[in-house]
Structures are given as C-alpha cells and as structure tokens.
C-alpha cells in the first residue's frame, strides 16, 4: 500500500468511530420482505429474491428482478416509509437485470438450457397494467442492461457465464458471451435494430471467453462495460456499436488484511497482485468511472477504483472499506478469501453532493461517499439486508433503494428484503457501535456479541463477549456507551497458558469485582466443548475452570449457559448463570437457574417458567443482577414479522431460593419489565432481528441491550445497541 493511501485509510478508519454529524444524511426509513409479494394461492414459503432494482420516473414505484421466482416484482412506494406489495408478472426463465423506460420495464430474462447453451430474451412489460408487451431474442445468457440517459438505447451484458463445476471454473469456457444495443422508442425496443458488439481478442485474459458482467452509460451515449473474469474495461459507442477504447483493470497488493478463514479477526496479512475483477461500473462523469472489485474468478480486490476512461488509476480503495466494514462488526471472516466483496454500485447527485455508493455483498453493507473529483470522502455505513445487490437513487425523493437478494427462508432466517433509505438533515442512525482503530490504522475486529456486564465502579462502562463464531479468538471486550455510536475500546483475548484459549463458546459475563471476570460458555459434549465456567485475570488469562457437576450433565442437551451474574461478595459470592433451553430433567416450559458459590464449590438450582411458544422455542439469553432482583432477557428464534417474544423479565432475589441439585426444584415468579419488540422494531424501521443476547445495567442504573449478529454468517450483520433508559423508569 502506498503512503498516501496508507494516510487516507488511516483518516478514514479514524472517522468511523465518531458520529456522523454531517448537515444531511442517510437514515433507512423502510424494511420491505419481497416475500409479501408472492401471491395468495403460492406457498408463502417459497424462495424469493430481489437483484437488481429500478424506480419509474416518477419515483413512485419500484421494480425489481427475482430470478428464483422467476418474476419481476413491483412496489409501491407513494409513502416510502410504507412499502406496499404491488404485485408481480411472472415470465419464462429467469429476470436476471431490469430497467424502466418511460411506461415500460425491459427485463433480461435468462432462458438457458445449461451453461453450455445459453439463451436470453428482452421481456417487455408495461408498467401500467403489468402485462408482457412483447420480447427481443438476445441469443445468449443475459446479465446486466442499462438504459441510456436519453433514452434512445439499451444495453445488454451478455455474459454466457462459467460452469464452476466444470474443469474446476477454469476459462475459457465456451460460448463465449457479447454485448448488445437495442433502439428504443418510447421506451419500446425495436428488435430489429439489435446490435452484437464482438468483445473477443481484447482481454490478456482468456480473450477468446470475454464473459459481459455489467453495463452503465454516460452522458455522451457511451458503454462502460466489464469483463470480470477477464479483469477487463471496456468502453463502447452505443451509436455505432464501436469499442472506442478498452483496458485490463491490474492488479492490486493489499497489506494488513485478514486472509484465513480460522475463527479470528486479524488484520495482518498480505494479498499480492490480486486482480480487481470489477463487478459493477459507474460513470462518474464522462471521463472518469468507478467499479467494484468483488473478484469471481482469481481475483478481488476488496474495494473500489476510480479509473479515467483511458484505464489510469486516479483512486484505489484499497482495503479502506473494508476496515469501516470490520469497524462496524460486519467483516465476514468466514468469508475473508476475497473479504467484503463489493459488489453493486450507484452514483446520483443528491443537492450539491455527487455521491457513490458501494454495496458489499458479503458485508451487507452500504458504503456511501462524495465524490470529490479526487480522493472521495467516505460519509457513512447503511446497514441493508443479506447480500445487496441492486441499487437505485431516486434524488428528487432524497431516497436511496437497495436491493437484497439472499432468501434464507428455508432456514427460519432472513428473507429477501428490498430497502428504502432517506437523506435528511440530522445523525446518521447506525452503526449503533463500532470500535476505535488501532496504532497500524487497522480496526480492533468484533462481532456476535453473546453476553453484557457493566463495569462495577465506572457508569457507562461496558464488557462483552464473542461466541464460537470466533473460536480461535475468543475476547473480552470493552465499551465505552458513553459515545454515540457506542465505542469498542479495547479488546482482550482470553487465553490458556499464554495461547488464545479453544474449546469456548462464551455466552456470559460479569465482572468479579476487582479487574477480572467470570465467564459462562455454553458447552456441546459432542464437539468436546465443556460446559463451565471460567474465571480470568485483567489480561485475560484464565486462572479457574469450574465444570459442570456430574448431577446436572446427566440431563445435557445442547443448549447450555446462556449468561452468568453475581449476587453477594467475598465468602457469600454466588454466581448466578441461565440455561437457554429445558434439559432432559426439566419439565416442559421451565430451565434451570444455576447458582455456584465459589467458596463452598456448591450447586443448586431454581426452575424458571418460559412463555409458551407458537412456533419454534422461547429460552433465554441474559441475566444480571441489580437492585434485589435478577434481569432477565426471555427471547424466541423468530424474526421479522414473526417474532413475538423479545422480553425482559424481572425475578426477586427474596423469591430465588436455589436448592440442591437433584431433587424437586422451586419455580420462581416473573414480572415482566419491558417488551423489546418494539424497541428493535424502532431501531431497524420494521425488521425484527433474532439474537437478543446481551443485557447490562451500569453502576448509574442504565439499562443496555445487545443482539448477536452471528458474525455475518447467513445475518445481514447487523448490531443492534439499544438504550433503554435508567432502570427504575422502565421497571
């Protein structure tokens, strides 16, 4: 990395852990699941996606493609923070990539019997009465179409893709795909006027398999248009149908970026020459274009480069991105072979202001920036659903629509969503916490926080904890709630003998009322991961195991501690720990809560009554001591509109008579102090995430609530830090 872009970085990753105070900024306002599209008589279950997305002239309705479904898909959006289902038309095939001209939507729709023979049509539909007007064979696999600024042509990658099961993805793999442009009138295509533009021989790279990825016009009814697997640029005359100019996107040397895929966050390695292998491209004005180097075939360059339309680097990102990524809990390790992967682009003017932003698909991320004719000006993070794909600006709205393609239904996870965000004067919403940047200029790297403690003596001090996500790096880390965003301060590994510790899976923690702590981990058997506890210094070395009784483990199912507290000091001390989930002894409807005194190396027990579950399992995530009585977080698995029971629970430490493990256990009795549902409804605009881990009250009687963004993995890897207000006002 050179200095300059080492400086810029740096500048950057220092941005990211203060607020956004900018005059005007984006704030998502609307969550909308594409799966509310399907019709009545479908299953409602079934695989939807929105990839590519555009919005009408007007601004008023937004169209989008859905390969799975084998749809285009239409929404309302007269009232932006009220998307309505507006329907869908299905085709033969799959929409791979939708535009609208005028009254009509012009979707490529992918026909192909195989990859080894590929077939694609232009579908008309009219956008009034979402009838197919008509098609246009396109004698290949379609991929990306863009619509010229006057309105006069049409673009079409044609990529004709790789097998990547056959020869092992290797190119050249034949047919090899094109670039076409059709005349319009009246948004109308004239078939007739079809030009194939031959982009064969110009690529070092495979060129006789030049595979189209992505299209965008200028001002001057030029075609950029990019080669990922070729890692090439090519600029095109719509009129003639000409390549004007065209050259390779190089190659880039990344440093001080995680490269394993281990189970830890470190920021220390190295990619050398790695091609870009641009995905979507920009025009950011007649001359100058950005692309997004997500990387397909060998390559990715984690991050986005400004080019001049003759090929010479005037901005590289370098991994820039991706520390605001990682800064924010969104670096997928599980992923980091080719990091982040930014993927799709949009460039608008909204007032004054060029912007760029750049979608991250393995972040699920959004990052905006202003285009400042040199080096642009990173602005913020918009969190988006899983895997953003398409994006749309509507400045005349001051909207910004993205387009998330991952439906992991099938799973009782996420769906499809598309998502709507406003620019407007005032503090940019999320990210609700971030970390500081470390002396490198690297970000201290965090996620799936499982378990909140409070600082004993220090308000607004916080510490959390990482689950197995980060097995070979399980951390304490500490947080400064005193910011906005929330500050992540330091991060502490927890080790044995000198070695970050392993088999871990840390769902607790609380303070032991000098400089270490206790710590629960949630312990499986069957993968040699004990259930215990642990007690740590300051540094973080463990200096106690404490297991499970044999007693207790006669009933062992999966799911174990979920969260630890201490009642009492010194001799008297009592660490009080939830169970998520009933054991093979527990009644129904009732889980355990544990108590061990240290001192007397006792067990005992209470049972405590779980709310009945419609669908799926209600258990519980937290618990933490304050003021006589025992907070507890109560939670379900469900999400998004199906998520009912995010709670929090209070029990009276007068009423938790714990006795011997064993016998016959007391039931304790619940009040309910606060329903979190509408606090995490608020806090995304609709969309209600899962994880609910994390729950503390500091020494000032604040309360704070965490959820655990499972490390990115099949999550869009969203945070959320919720302030609840001092305790004795919500109890």
Known sequence: MSRKLLLL????????????NAAEVFNRIATFPVAQNLPADVDQATATSSEIIAASEDGMTLVYSDS??????????????????????????????VVIAGAKVLAGVNTSKSKQEPSGNLTVIDLASKKIDASCDLGGQPDSVALSKDGKFLAIAIENERDEELNDGELPQLPAGFLKIVSLKDGAPDCATIKTVDMTGIAKIAPEDPEPEFVSF??????????????????????????????????????????????????????????????????????????????????????????SRTGDVLFESGPSFEYQAAAAGHYPEHRNKKGIE???????????????????ERASLVGVYKDTGKEPEFQQLLPSGVGPEGLVAIPERNLLVTANETDLGKDGLVRSHVMVYERAEGTAA?????????????????????????????????????????????????????????????????????????????EGIVSDGKDGFWLASEGRSDKLVPHAVYKVDAKGEIKEEVAFPAELLAGETRFGL???????????LTLVMAMQREWGDDPKGQVKLLAYKPKAKEWSAVRYPLEAAEKGWVGLSEITAHDGKLFIIERDNLIGQEAKNKRVYSVALEGFKPVKLGGELPVVEKTLVRDLVPDLKAATNGYVVDKVEGFAIDKAGDAYVVTDNDGVEDSSGETLFLRLGNIAAIN
């Open 9 to 20: 970085t740096t500048a950057l990753g220092v941005s990211a852990a203060l607020p956004a």
């Open 68 to 97: 799975p479904l084998g749809a285009v898909g239409f929404v309302d959006i007269t009232d932006p923070k009220a998307p309505k289902a507006a329907g869908i038309v299905k085709i033969e095939g799959e929409p791979t990539s």
């Open 218 to 307: 200028n001002d001057k009814g030029e075609i950029a248009v990019t080669l990922q697997e070729n890692n090439h640029v090519a600029i095109v005359d719509a009129a003639t149908g000409k390549i004007v100019s065209h050259f390779s996107a190089g190659e880039v040397t990344l440093e001080k970026v995680d490269t394993k895929k281990d189970g830890a966050l470190n920021f220390s390695g190295k990619i050398e020459n790695s091609p870009r292998e641009p995905d979507a491209v920009k025009w950011l004005d007649d001359d100058r274009l950005v692309v997004a180097n997500e990387g397909d075939y060998k390559g990715g360059a984690r991050g986005f480069t400004i080019f």
């Open 342 to 360: 930014p993927e799709g682009l949009e460039v608008a003017t909204f007032g004054s202001d060029k912007l760029i932003f750049v979608a991250a």
């Open 430 to 506: 999320y990210p609700h916490i971030v970390s500081s940047f470390k002396d490198d200029g690297t970000p201290i790297g965090w996620g799936a926080l499982s378990g909140l403690a409070a600082d004993p003596k220090e308000a607004g001090k916080l510490y959390a904890v990482s689950d197995s996500v980060y097995r070979s790096q399980p951390s304490i880390y500490t947080i400064d709630a005193t910011r906005t965003p929330a500050l992540i301060t330091a991060k502490t590994v927890v080790t044995r003998d000198g070695a970050p510790a392993q088999k871990l899976d840390l």
């Open 562 to 572: 979920e969260g630890i507290t201490s009642i009492g000091e010194g001799d008297d």
